[in-house]
């Protein structure tokens, strides 16, 4: 979480903390949870990744 924020935050992105929090509360917190499982964690975050990168480039292209 430091190292995230460490490079997040100087760069302007700080909307990067909040999954990554949830996702380290789920790791630790509730590790024996299937949605704590490192493939959901991985998988979720790539998907999430792809749909906004889409969804910016979309709205991008319209300004």
């Not at 903390?17 to 299937?34: E, K, N, Q, R, T």
């Amino acid at each position: 979480m430091c190292i995230i924020s460490l490079i997040a935050v100087p760069f302007g992105f700080p909307m990067v903390l909040g999954p990554i929090g949830a996702s380290c509360l789920l790791v630790f917190a509730a590790h024996a949870s299937p949605f704590s499982q490192p493939r959901h964690i991985l998988g979720g975050h790539f998907i999430s990744t792809i749909v906004a990168l889409s969804i910016w480039d979309i709205l991008e292209k319209r300004i």
